[in-house]
């Protein structure tokens, strides 16, 4: 399975959105992206995930570039409760497959400021 | 609330003992995960089961091990325990072509 690159930290002002990008050059044609996020210690919550077109949902929009090398996941209007840490990785045939080796990397640490 | 549940939510125990956490995937997932995450560490797939069947290994040590029941609940088991194996142990669920549900965690301390 791919491995994916996300930068260790970004701040975002609350109320504004906050863009979150993710490298998967490595991604293969079967695998899709998927969006995490873990609040302090908690467990992780699914946020979203795509194949090649956009996506949208209550929570964020997922923006996957034409050659899916790359992705940005969208929280339109970041609250404090959006702190969080946003993994995203990349699986085949969707997550809960069989035979996945999933790789997780250290994520992207949202701060969101008041 | 995710529907996973994993049990105990805290565990203290001392070095070379042996323990067993559990997990209650959601009703009707067949996938059951195990993560391990280490203080200021992203997680570490351990191991996959699905309906019972070992599916995916990672980097599990060969002091752990893990069981698919048929009812589906899953069990870890870890053994000979070390210091550096106090972490959080994470359990998740789904199913085919769908996203994880995570539980809650066990926080394992060894001392």
């Known amino acids: 399975d791919a491995k994916t690159t996300q930068p260790p930290s970004m701040d975002c002002a609350e109320g504004r959105a906050a863009n979150l990008p993710c490298n998967h050059s490595?991604?293969?044609?079967?695998?899709?992206v998927y969006w995490y996020r873990q609040i302090h210690s908690q467990g992780p919550q699914y946020i979203i995930h795509g194949l090649k077109n956009n996506e949208t949902n209550e929570m964020a929009s997922l923006i996957i570039t034409e050659d899916r090398k790359s992705s940005t996941l969208i929280l339109p209007h970041a609250t404090l409760r959006d702190t969080a840490v946003y993994y995203c990785i990349v699986g085949s045939s969707g997550y809960a497959g069989n035979n996945r080796k999933l790789i997780w990397g250290l994520g992207t640490s949202l701060a969101v400021n008041p | 609330d995710s529907g996973v549940t994993q049990t105990p939510k805290h565990l203290i125990t001392a070095t070379g003992q042996r323990v067993t956490l559990r997990c209650s995937p959601r009703?009707?997932?067949?996938?059951v995960y195990w993560y391990q995450q280490s203080l200021d560490q992203g997680l570490q797939f351990l191991i996959q089961y699905y309906n019972g069947e070992e599916r995916a290994k990672g980097n599990i040590l060969e002091r752990f091990s893990a069981q698919q029941f048929p009812d589906l609940h899953s069990e870890l088991n870890l053994s000979s325990l070390e210091l550096g194996d106090s972490a959080l142990y994470f359990c998740a669920s789904g199913k085919t072509g769908g996203q994880a549900f995570f539980g809650q965690g066990t926080r394992l301390t060894v001392v």
């Open positions: 009703s009707g997932d067949l996938s």
């Open positions: 490595t991604i293969s044609g079967n695998e899709y």
